[in-house]
């Protein structure tokens, strides 16, 4: 009898976020969802109000489900587009719990990948390089990229977990504040950091 070997990968779930194209607050919260989760860079933010792009990244990253950002209807509406791409969580928000028990993600976040690190040889290789938080100013013109290129986290008082504190928890953590009217460093992407 005839053997079939099955190669089974697992990976942490994709998210497509939804959101209008002028909407700036709804990119930076999908920003900043994006990092709070484990494979989180390769979660495509997708414009509603272009759909045949939308449809090209849904292709080209596999993405397992979408997840609306915004209160326009072309927003909460595009998921129905995609049918086949069903949303496997119980709970109308990523972050579940409440005032009787602590706040969790339903996602494989970043907790979880620090968990994993916490005894392995490269986070004292991470610890000897120096882990850094960047800060800059809600107004600077750059604000945006920082969000994406520095990364940062959602606020603990918005999703109920304080990310920064399990970051500081594992890793020596190093704050640079990016002052608007001077340069940015040079060998800014050289040093781990949120992103």
């Given at each position: ?9 697992y ?41 045949d ?17 915004g ?21 109308d ?6 005032n ?9 976040d970043v907790?979880?990948?620090l ?10 290789a991470i ?16 604000a945006?990229?920082?969000h ?48």
């Amino acid at each position: 009898m005839d053997t079939i070997r099955v190669d089974i990968c697992y990976r942490p779930l994709r998210i497509g976020w939804i959101i209008h194209s002028g909407d700036y607050e709804a990119f930076r919260k999908a920003v900043r969802l994006s990092h709070t989760l484990w494979g989180g860079s390769f979660n495509p933010i997708l414009m509603a109000d272009r759909e045949d792009e939308a449809k090209l990244l849904i292709e080209l990253f596999r993405i397992d489900m979408l997840w609306p950002i915004g209160e326009s209807n072309e927003v909460k509406e595009f998921p129905k587009k995609f049918p086949h791409l069903i949303n496997p969580l119980f709970h109308d928000s990523i972050f579940i719990g409440g005032n009787i028990e602590q706040k969790r993600n339903q996602v494989l976040d970043v907790q979880n990948a620090l968990e994993y690190l916490r005894d392995k040889p490269a986070r004292k290789a991470i610890n000897d390089k120096g882990f850094r938080i960047y800060n800059w100013q809600v107004d600077d013109p750059l604000a945006d990229i920082f969000h994406i290129q520095l990364g940062i986290y959602p606020e603990t008082a918005v999703i109920g977990i304080d990310y920064r504190e399990i970051l500081s928890q594992v890793f020596e953590i190093k704050e640079i504040s990016i002052d608007p009217s001077s340069q940015i460093p040079a060998d800014i992407q050289d040093y781990p950091r949120v992103c």
